[in-house]
């Protein structure tokens, strides 16, 4: 039962994988032009494990940005995932031993909680925890695949066809507006709009990064104010 | 560029950073739904991509032609986005039709 739920877990993750290898392929590549070492780019799939994130933190090591600057802006990227583990172990049994609870949380990316939020309830309560490891597994196994083959013949295939290298400059926008096309608007709009115009207008008088975190700010500040975008 | 040991650092604060955002919720599973700070933890997040989104945008508008080829790449992401749902498939979608355009432009 536990190893059938488990297998069932990664064939389940084919779709997401088949998603995330290319995307942590173009990571790869990505991080052999902006010349990060090939140990630290397959490091930052292997121990973040979040896809826009990544490219981010990316941009800002290559950049030379200050270390909170770095951490902050990631993880303040990442802070939507506090609002995944709650829905997740709502839908695991209370009594539920494994795989633990931190195993789990480790996998939690964007695509996994809304593939599992649309499976777990058609599982038995037993099977859940070790289904849920399965399709990480395969995500995961997926995102590390395509950061090392990016890395490994990221160079020659840019070399080869130079055209790649623009194009590559677009995954990050169509990730984001992909990523804004799934929320829900009611909940996030004026948070949503108050953030983009900040950090549009922010860009053009201090670096990015910082505009980045103003418009961060500000968004959440914008949940303050009342009305039907924020309920 | 930073040093191979400041990399090192940077990259295993996010990782632990990124994973007990991703825990802590998992082990505090009851609690009130409603209130101030349940509202500013749901904006964090949309706030967060919504900022990214115009600081990785902007690069890509300038001329007519840049601007005219990252219009319709978007419109892709977003017509496969209502076609597919998901993140993966609209991002490659629209990454493989920006990237069409630029040969285009070329030839």
Redesign the interface.
């Known amino acids: 039962m536990t190893a059938r739920s488990v297998r069932e877990g990664v064939l389940d993750s084919l ?2 994988a ?3 290898f ?2 942590a392929f ?1 990571f790869g590549v990505s991080a052999v032009q902006a ?3 090939p140990l ?1 780019g397959v ?2 799939s292997a ?7 990544q490219f ?2 990316l941009g800002l ?2 950049s ?1 940005a200050a ?1 909170p600057a ?2 902050a802006t ?13 829905r ?3 839908s695991l049994p209370v009594s539920h031993a494994s795989p633990p ?2 195993l ?3 996998g ?1 990316t ?2 996994v909680f ?1 593939c599992a939020i649309g499976r777990l309830h058609d599982l038995a309560e037993t099977e859940r925890a070790h289904w849920l490891f399965g399709l990480q597994c395969g995500a995961y196994l997926a995102w590390v695949a395509g950061t090392i083959l990016g890395i490994l013949t990221g160079a020659q295939i840019v070399d080869r066809f130079p ?2 290298r ?18 829900d608007w009611r ?2 709009r004026v ?6 115009i ?3 207008v922010l ?1 053009f008088f201090v670096p ?1 990064h910082l ?2 975190l103003a ?6 500040c ?3 104010l009342p009305g039907r975008g ?1 309920a | ?2 040093d ?1 040991s ?10 632990i ?3 007990l ?9 009851s ?1 009130s739904d409603g209130g ?1 700070a349940s ?22 508008l300038g001329t007519v032609g840049k601007t005219s080829i ?1 219009t319709v ?2 419109l892709t ?2 017509i496969a ?2 076609m597919f ?8 979608l ?2 493989v039709a ?2 069409l355009l ?2 285009l432009r ?1 030839s």
């Open positions: 779709p997401i088949a998603g995330y290319p995307i173009s010349g990060i070492s630290i490091l930052i121990v973040v494990f979040a896809g826009g994130s981010v933190l090591l290559s030379g270390l770095v951490v990631t993880l303040l990227m990442n802070a939507r995932h506090l609002l995944y583990g709650r997740i172990a709502q609870k931190p789990l949380a480790f939690l964007d695509e809304a055209i790649l623009d194009a590559l400059g677009f995954v990050l926008p169509a990730l984001f507006l992909s990523l804004l096309l799934n929320l909940d996030s948070s949503v709009l108050i953030a983009a900040v950090t549009l860009t990015v505009a980045i418009g961060i700010v500000s968004g959440i914008g949940a303050a924020n | 560029m930073r191979f400041g990399a090192l650092a940077i990259v295993a604060l996010c990782g950073g990124t994973y955002l991703r825990l802590t919720p998992m082990l505090y599973r609690g101030a509202r500013f933890s749901g904006a964090v997040g949309p706030a967060a991509i919504a900022a990214l989104f115009v600081a990785m945008l902007l690069p890509l990252t790449a978007l992401t977003i986005q209502r749902g998901g993140v993966a498939m609209p991002t490659m629209g990454t920006y990237g630029l040969v070329m």
